[in-house]
């Protein structure tokens, strides 16, 4: 029982740390240039929500 329950916490964390989705990453990132601007926008936009927003509701 303990085993599954700490199998839930490791599995999404070696799909992350797997080789190949790291490289498929960086490849994607490379081809697309404006998907960096995009997505740090979108992190900036979440890190002021959590900041400033979410705090005064």
Same mark, same amino acid.
């Given at each position: 029982?303990?085993?599954? !329950? $700490? ?9 992350? /740390?797997?080789? #190949?989705? /790291?490289?498929?990453? /960086? ?8 998907? !960096? ?5 979108? !992190?900036? $936009?979440?890190? !002021?929500?959590? /900041?400033?927003? $979410?705090? #005064?509701?």
């Amino acid at each position: 029982m303990l085993k599954k !329950i $700490l199998l839930l916490f490791v599995q999404p964390l070696k799909f992350f /740390a797997s080789r #190949n989705f /790291a490289e498929k990453t /960086a490849i994607y990132f490379s081809k697309h240039r404006y998907m !960096i601007y995009v997505l740090s926008f979108a !992190i900036t $936009l979440f890190m !002021i929500f959590l /900041a400033y927003i $979410l705090p #005064n509701l």
